[in-house]
């Protein structure tokens, strides 16, 4: 998740920032299972966050301005985590990840219920790009 930049490529630059599984399973929980305390989202994990994992991409998230982290008023012990208007705009990213997952993984039909309510129509472009990439295989 380090951001050396080595290439210009966005694509390049996104992956070496949040391209492990754990950064985007973060991102995912604090969307879309609005877990905002760091407790929250260890407990919440079914996929076996260690606390050490967490708190490292926590901060990794907060340096790169996806995530703020504030005190939580109610409670001097805890930390409030959110979405940054950058972390925020991951939320397309996240669904469509997730609708692919629920097309073509064997996920969890109560899990996949989101990525269905989520599901859209692809953008004319990136449908004439997928049509020409498949005419490609065809020959």
Same mark, same amino acid.
């Given at each position: 998740? *380090? ?10 630059? *996104?992956?070496? &920032?949040?391209? #492990? ?7 995912? #929980? ?11 989202? &260890? ?12 708190? #490292?991409?926590? !901060? ?11 005190? !939580? ?15 925020? !705009? ?19 039909? !109560? ?6 309510? &989520? ?13 020409? &990439? ?6």
């Amino acid at each position: 998740m *380090a951001a050396t930049g080595r290439s210009g490529c966005p694509i390049n630059l *996104a992956v070496e &920032l949040f391209g #492990d599984r754990w950064t985007l399973l973060i991102l995912r #929980d604090i969307a879309f299972a609005h877990r905002r305390h760091f407790r929250e989202i &260890l407990r919440g994990s079914d996929e076996g966050l260690t606390s050490s994992v967490l708190a #490292d991409r926590l !901060d990794r998230l907060v340096d790169a301005g996806i995530l703020t982290r504030a005190d !939580d008023p109610t409670h001097k012990q805890k930390t409030i985590y959110n979405l940054t208007d950058s972390g925020i !705009d991951l939320v397309p990213v996240l669904a469509t990840i997730g609708t692919w997952g629920a097309v073509h993984c064997p996920a969890d039909p !109560d899990k996949a219920v989101i990525a269905r309510e &989520l599901d859209y129509e692809v953008p004319a472009p990136w449908a004439a790009l997928m049509k020409s &990439l498949r005419a490609m295989n065809a020959t």
